[in-house]
């Protein structure tokens, strides 16, 4: 694909490769307009000319960006773009914009052949489930469920890939011997897939207990020689019970990944939510509705028996056809030999033609003796199930002649999960044999789990209860600090975890756009400066001299204790040390006072001044 541009539709720089398949080669990109990290898949160019599948795959693609759901990828666009090989040849190349996932595919983690812990293998594929039933509720068959389409992020969170794109390959009339990894997508393979017919969720249930069975065991249930060799397998055998791999898992783990790797679809659940309800339910300790590994082996046995005799039969057959002598050699007269003996020995045709006349004659005159009175009929009464699970209810019925048909499960708050609930037609009711009898069981107590909807948006939470049969309720404000946005979820009512009828109210909490300031006079200045910021308030600092308080103080604050909106900057007055005082200088120094009496001199009296004479 060198002949892929740099830049796809103007805005997507086209990166590095990090992922190649049989269909298209993934990149790494950057969305120049909205800023941020894309996975691009480009279909491969031989495939883009196919103008039925460049339809096909953008229709299918614009189904997928529909789908919304935290286990799914993302698909954020698509587009095509005109590409000109070096020979001058212009193809539309169609191309899908996907969320990036930072992480490794399970694939990676299955490379080394080793089971992975039951409770990591359940959560993996819980989070498969999850993705499938919002799916299939939105009309999206995967079709291609296996190891390398789903991504494990560094945080633990599922993510299924590939949704649509499956499925236009699908469509596309390519066999299996036409892709790159024959083997790797055989093994996945829904019996109605590899039979060609028409494919339903329950295909990916399939596909999806294949996965299931390979995180338990460390290998896929079915393995070949090739594609068809393994195809085969998923059309006519029947796989070993997990346990019988690594023996520590339990019985009732091996009944949920054999009833969704049954060959009729029927049998299997009948959809992703009662799968997972019955997965978690097998390593929360709980009961399960699929029957026993010994349930499906009687099954295998007597499905094998009945496939085995026409088979036989028809060899025979063929080999006393193969053994019969077919000579042409004459012996005189133009006839072969046989044909002579059969000239003169004709006469038991006749005979045989007549009793047979004579037969026919009878059968009908016993007809005409008898048609007025009506077939003899066995009736039998639907039995009494009550407190039988479904293995035990299947025999009963099939006892007394009738068969058995698994109905939905029915929530009930007094039957134990698994057991009996009721019977079309129902208990007691006279049938003839042979009738068909739909046997529902108790799906346990009418209540569903409130999901954890803390830090989304309300349109997210709403959507979450949505999905569990909840009603969203009142909803409520809180004061909180900024490590929670604005209008986030910060709590429920019921809350997360909660067993509730379906359709219970959920009232929400939320956070609210203000924040509870406390009072901070008499702190330092760093600690009310910390305080502010984990509030998302800003902060202005203002010094004032003080001598009654230590430096670093804070004397005021500009708005005081209470309730202030988010963004608003608080100004804070901080004591500082006065200046110290000026220096003063120094008196000068006197002598000391003696001790001997001062002698006082006499006065004297100074003569009189006498006026110059006046010379003139």
């Known amino acids: 694909m060198d002949e892929i541009p740099r830049v796809l539709a103007g805005r997507y720089e086209v990166g590095e490769l990090i992922g190649r398949g049989g269909m298209a080669e993934v990149h790494i990109g950057y969305d120049s307009r909205l800023s941020r990290t894309v996975a691009i898949k480009v279909l491969r160019s031989d495939l883009a000319r196919d103008a039925t599948f460049q339809a096909r795959f953008r229709r299918e693609a614009q189904s997928s960006a529909a789908l919304n759901h935290p286990s799914i990828v993302a698909v954020y666009d698509t587009g095509e773009e005109q590409v000109t090989s070096s020979s001058g040849r212009t193809t539309t190349v169609p191309f899908i914009v996907m969320e990036y996932v930072e992480g490794h595919t399970v694939r990676s983690l299955l490379s080394g052949g080793d089971p992975v812990p039951i409770d990591e293998a359940v959560e993996i594929v819980a989070g498969v489930l999850s993705a499938l039933e919002y799916s299939h509720r939105e009309g999206i068959v995967h079709r291609d469920i296996k190891p390398g389409n789903i991504m494990l992020t560094p945080t633990g969170a599922v993510k299924v890939m590939d949704f649509g794109i499956a499925r236009a390959i699908a469509d596309s009339a390519a066999t299996m011997t036409q892709t790159h990894a024959v083997v790797g997508t055989a093994q996945y393979l829904s019996p109605e897939q590899a039979r060609g017919e028409v494919v339903d969720a329950r295909s990916d ?31 006519r055998e029947m796989p070993k019970a997990p346990s019988t791999i690594t023996p520590d898992i339990p019985e009732v783990l091996d009944r949920v990944v054999l009833k969704s790797l049954a060959k009729d679809r029927e049998d299997r ?16 300790g709980g009961q399960v ?79 005409v003796t008898r048609e007025d009175e009506p077939p003899p009929v066995t009736v039998v009464a639907v039995p009494d199930l009550t407190g039988m699970d479904q293995v035990e209810a299947r025999q009963e019925l099939e006892a007394d002649g009738l068969v058995f048909a698994l109905g939905e499960a029915v929530q009930s708050d007094t039957v134990e999960e698994g057991l009996f609930v009721e019977a079309t037609p129902a208990v007691g009711t006279e049938v003839e044999t042979g009738e068909t009898v739909t046997v529902s069981f108790s799906a346990g107590p009418s209540a569903v789990e409130v999901p954890d909807v803390r830090g989304l948006d309300q349109d997210q939470a709403t959507a979450e209860l949505q999905r569990a049969e909840l009603e969203r309720g009142r909803v409520t404000e809180e004061n909180v600090d900024a ?5 986030d979820v910060i709590s429920s009512s019921p809350a997360a975890g909660e067993a509730v009828p379906p359709g219970t109210t959920v009232d929400l909490v939320i956070a609210s756009a203000n924040v509870d300031l406390p009072g901070l006079t008499g702190r330092t200045e760093a600690e009310a400066s910390q305080i502010l910021s984990d509030l998302d308030l ?40 006065p200046p110290e005082p000026e220096p003063t200088t120094a008196p000068p120094t006197t002598e000391p006072p003696t001790t001997e009496p001062p002698t006082t001199a006499p006065p004297t009296t100074a003569p009189p001044t006498e006026a110059p004479a006046d010379e003139g």
């Open 289 to 367: 509705q699929a029957p026993t590994a010994a349930f499906w082996a009687a099954g295998a046995a007597a499905g094998a028996a009945a496939a085995t005799a026409p088979l036989g039969a028809a060899a025979a057959t063929r080999t006393m056809t193969a053994a019969t002598p077919t000579t042409t050699a004459g012996n005189g007269n133009g006839l072969p030999p046989e044909d002579e003996d059969r000239r003169g020995s004709r006469w038991w045709v006749w005979l045989l033609a007549l009793l047979g006349v004579a037969a026919a004659a009878g059968i009908v005159a016993l007809i």
């Open 269 to 284: 659940y009948a959809d992703a939510a009662h799968m997972r309800t019955d997965l978690l339910a097998a390593v929360r």
């Open 205 to 235: 249930l399939y596909s999806t207990g294949c996965l299931l069975f390979e995180l338990l065991t460390g290998q896929p249930p079915f393995t070949g020689d090739s594609a068809v060799a393994v195809a085969y397998q998923h059309v």
């Open 538 to 577: 800003g902060v202005r600092i203002v010094e004032q001299e003080s001598g009654d308080f230590a430096p670093g103080t804070v004397l005021e604050q500009s708005h005081p204790e209470g309730v202030v909106e988010r963004g608003t900057t608080v100004t804070l007055t901080v004591a500082i040390a």
């Open 483 to 487: 490590s929670v946005a604005v209008g």
